[in-house]
């Protein structure tokens, strides 16, 4: 098993977005522990309650899987946090972010990401 994964805050939103089951994703890839961070939840509900259709949906259900995970109490900026946990933890990201992709890669952090809007890769 390749272990943790920290799941962003688009990374949740992908299954209202696209369709994909993440975590059977995930656990396809290897994955068999989910982190969020309180901040990304912070941000979900934000958009749950000010976002507009479907960005709106996706982040009702977002908020929903979350449960799913373990949320790692950090506080700071989100993007900040990510990094400093998956360096901490050994822990890949999923995310579509592209300025974290490239703080993620600039530290040798495996990334998982949405291909083809069909299925996650490495």
């Keep these: 098993m390749k272990g943790k ?8 939103m992908i299954p ?10 995930l ?6 522990t989910c982190l969020v961070l309180r901040a990304s939840i912070r941000e979900l509900g ?13 982040a009702k259900m977002a908020l929903s899987l979350a449960n799913r995970c373990t949320v790692v109490e950090k506080d700071g900026n989100a ?18 972010d592209i300025n974290l992709k490239k703080r993620l890669c600039s530290k040798g952090v ?5 291909r083809e809007k069909t299925h996650l890769s490495i």
């Design 46 to 58: 934000r958009i749950s309650v000010s976002g507009r259709g479907r960005d709106k949906v996706a």
């Design 110 to 114: 495996t990334i998982v990401h949405l």
């Design 5 to 12: 994964v920290i799941i962003d805050t688009n990374g949740l």
């Design 27 to 32: 656990k396809r890839l290897g994955f068999d």
């Design 16 to 25: 209202g977005q696209f369709g994909v089951d993440i975590f059977s994703e």
């Design 79 to 96: 993007d900040d946090m990510i990094l400093n946990v998956a360096v901490d933890e050994g822990a890949a990201v999923l995310t579509s």
